[in-house]
């Protein structure tokens, strides 16, 4: 049975924290300062700086909370499909799943974005027709990938630990593969909003970032062997995982 918890964003938590906060901060200066004492002009004034403090505070965060959902479903749609692939994976062959990866994979990642990052300044030399032949080699290298690598399955599952606001307008999904011994391997996915969708730009595997580690690699690569050389070398690795 596939085992997928989501806790709570940290946000929310924060938010009930707040709530508490604000209503103790509150109880006491009504405490100290009895309503005689309230009659002066400048004891309203900052008792209404302060309610109103609190009030916007305790709305903005749970919207923050609630933004993040629509990730977290995102990250977790693209788990449960790679358990299920794992469990089939002898019936299915490297042919087999890297069918039903496709879909859930080109929807859970911007891979047109990560393809522009990953080949950093040279992305403005290609012509369009080149550009959109890398993005499209690149997309089958990511599903053959995990085509690949998820090919067994015994006992593993995924855990969301949490959703965390990052810089821009993006999220941070932190979340662990643990193994049927044990041992935990952290993943946290970086998400941005494309035309109101929530996908993967990025993943940091045990604290190593995969896009900075693929700039670095392709960006090399370039630079030695031009862009028919990197297109040759994708696709030999894409035809190495087909075996």
Known sequence: MTEIQHSKPVSVIWYWNLRFACNLVLGVWDFIYPKPTLRSRYAQKWVQILATTCLVLTLYVPAAASDSDPAVKAVERLHAELLDVMKQARTLGFKGRYLRLEPVVTSSYDLPFISKVVVGRYWDRLTPEQQQKFVNTFTRLSIATYANQFAGYSGERFETISAEESTRGRLIIKTVLIKS????????????????QWQIINVIAQGVSDLSLKRAQYTSYLKENGFDGLLQKIKEKIQAYEG
């Open 181 to 196: 011994n044990g041992e935990e391997v952290e993943l946290d996915y970086i998400l941005h909003q494309k035309e109101r």
